[in-house]
């Protein structure tokens, strides 16, 4: 699929290990958002990046760290990571201005053991 | 901050019957009201959005209806299909980096 795609589609991680979701979007978009979608709860938005600066963050732990080398790369780095952190992680992506359209990619499963 | 209510949690309903989720949001200054369906093991995607300056919205089987004093709005989807069954999440936002999300319907459609 194009648009936004997201790698690795499932990810299985211990707690003391160290890995990086990766998002990148081919929308000539300016703004990338990260998301964590778990059982029974709304989407939480965990980050939002605006022409590789980072607007937002949700009050986020600082085992999740993300990186925007550029306007279609978003990465999320995973550290130390807890079981209550087994969930989807998605990425969107939008245009810069106002509040609009986010066009999301599939996600990444990950779970923590 | 804003707090997006999704109700029902879950719907079903016979094909060609139609049927309504409704969201309610509590900052007024919100101002755009998508609604993103997703189907099992999908990404979702966005099927309707309503900005604050108009009260309805319609395309083909699907429409969005606001109330900005009531501070409430709904999605309708009439003669609905088996295609139709997936999760269906509302949001609201008043700038590119507040989303707010409801918990989300399961939707099915039985045939």
């Known amino acids: 699929e194009t648009g936004v795609t997201q790698t690795p589609r499932h990810l299985v991680m211990g707690m003391t290990n160290k890995k990086s979701l990766k998002c990148e979007q081919h929308?000539?978009?300016?703004?990338m958002y990260w998301y964590k979608q778990s059982a029974k709860k709304p989407l939480e938005l965990m980050f939002v990046?605006?022409?590789?600066?980072?607007?937002e963050n949700n009050s986020v732990p600082s085992r999740f760290s993300p990186e925007c080398p550029n306007s279609s790369h978003l990465f999320l780095h995973l550290h130390t990571l807890q079981p209550e952190d087994s969930a989807l992680y998605l990425c969107?992506?939008?245009?810069?201005?106002?509040?609009?359209?986010?066009?999301f990619g599939p996600g990444t499963r990950l779970l923590v053991l | 901050g804003e707090n997006v209510e999704q109700h029902p949690s879950t719907l079903s309903v016979q094909e060609g019957d139609s049927a309504v989720i409704k969201c309610t949001y509590s900052?007024?200054?919100?101002?755009?009201f998508p609604w993103y369906k997703q189907e099992l093991g999908k990404r979702p995607q966005l099927i309707i959005d309503?900005?604050?300056?108009?009260g309805e919205k319609k395309d083909q089987r699907i429409a969005v209806t606001l109330n900005k004093t009531a501070k409430h709005f709904s999605l309708h989807i009439t003669e609905t299909q088996p295609e139709d069954s997936a999760v269906y999440f509302c949001?609201?936002?008043?700038?590119?980096?507040?989303?707010?999300f409801g918990t989300g319907t399961s939707l099915t459609v039985i045939p």
């Open positions: 929308l000539g978009h300016n703004a």
């Open positions: 949001a609201a936002s008043k700038s590119r980096n507040q989303f707010y």
């Open positions: 969107a992506s939008s245009q810069a201005a106002g509040p609009e359209t986010q066009y």
């Open positions: 990046y605006n022409f590789k600066e980072q607007t």
């Open positions: 309503i900005r604050s300056n108009v």
């Open positions: 900052d007024s200054a919100s101002n755009y």
